[in-house]
């Protein structure tokens, strides 16, 4: 598979001051990796660091030239008193991919179409965002980030605002989407057997631990490895060929 991220030899931090490193990373077209780890342990920072949006303190980081990134925020916020509609918010995705100063053609209007039709919100293209259900607002981000036809979907926490049913419904759709356009998928996550279910990498981040671990799903979801990290006993059967979504939070 094509590399899409290559991290070498990197460093990440802020402000010049390095927090964890060095780490070797390899983000491949197709591919999906769950990046695990606790609160402030850095996974936000690793994120950033591979989109460009903070500088790694030392190391490089190669990107595929002209990569489109299609981020999902844990939560939308826009303001309450500015009533932007579910069709406006997921054609603010498109111009990923419109020159700028430029209005969207009826290409990208078929484009933004499909988008909200893929990810199930058509019907509520008049609708304000604000007044969506939680599980609404994620479809209505991921539409947005399928608009913009993305090399790579960028998850934060997708499923943390909604139930059982809500997190396997979109999770199944994060899925059709990767297979269906090939991007690939990174998210972060607080859900164990989600990463087990869908995820082909993982990607372990504790900064206060000084701990990177990367690899397939098969060598680093195993109770062992997981108790190891996050310092306390799994279940027995978390098993990253048989677990369903939900549960298994850290």
């Known amino acids: 598979m094509k590399k899409l991220i290559r991290l070498k030899d990197v460093t990440i931090g802020y402000d010049g001051k390095a927090i964890l490193g060095p780490v070797e990373l390899t983000i491949r ?33 190669d990107r595929e030239q002209d990569i489109v990134f299609g981020y999902v925020p844990q939560n939308g916020h826009f303001d309450p ?56 607002k994620q479809r209505t981000l991921i539409a947005r980030a399928v ?9 934060d926490e997708p499923t943390a605002a909604v ?10 759709l994060v899925e059709s989407i990767r297979k269906e356009s090939g991007a690939a ?32 799903k098969p060598e680093l979801m195993t109770s062992g490895v997981l108790a190891d990290f996050f310092g306390f006993n799994f279940e027995s059967d ?3 060929q048989t677990t369903g979504p939900g549960g298994g939070g850290a």
């Open 163 to 172: 139930d059982v049913r809500g997190e396997a419904a979109i999770m199944e």
């Open 29 to 61: 077209r197709g591919e999906f990796t769950g990046i695990l780890g606790p609160n402030g342990g850095g996974k936000s920072t690793l994120l950033k660091t591979m989109l460009g949006l903070v500088p790694p303190v030392s190391g490089s980081v």
């Open 185 to 216: 998928v990174i998210m972060v996550s607080h859900f164990l057997r989600t990463a087990a279910k869908y995820a082909e990498r993982i990607i372990l981040v504790d900064a206060d631990k000084g701990v990177f671990r990367e690899g397939a």
């Open 81 to 136: 008193l500015f009533p932007v509609s579910v069709e406006e918010v997921v054609s603010m995705g498109r111009y990923a991919r419109a020159p700028a100063g430029r209005t969207l053609s009826k290409a990208d209007r078929e484009c933004v179409a499909r988008s909200m039709e893929m990810a199930g919100v058509s019907r509520l293209a008049r609708r304000t965002f604000r007044s969506l259900s939680g599980g609404e």
């Open 238 to 240: 978390l098993d990253p």
């Open 147 to 155: 608009a913009g036809e993305p090399d790579a979907l960028v998850l």
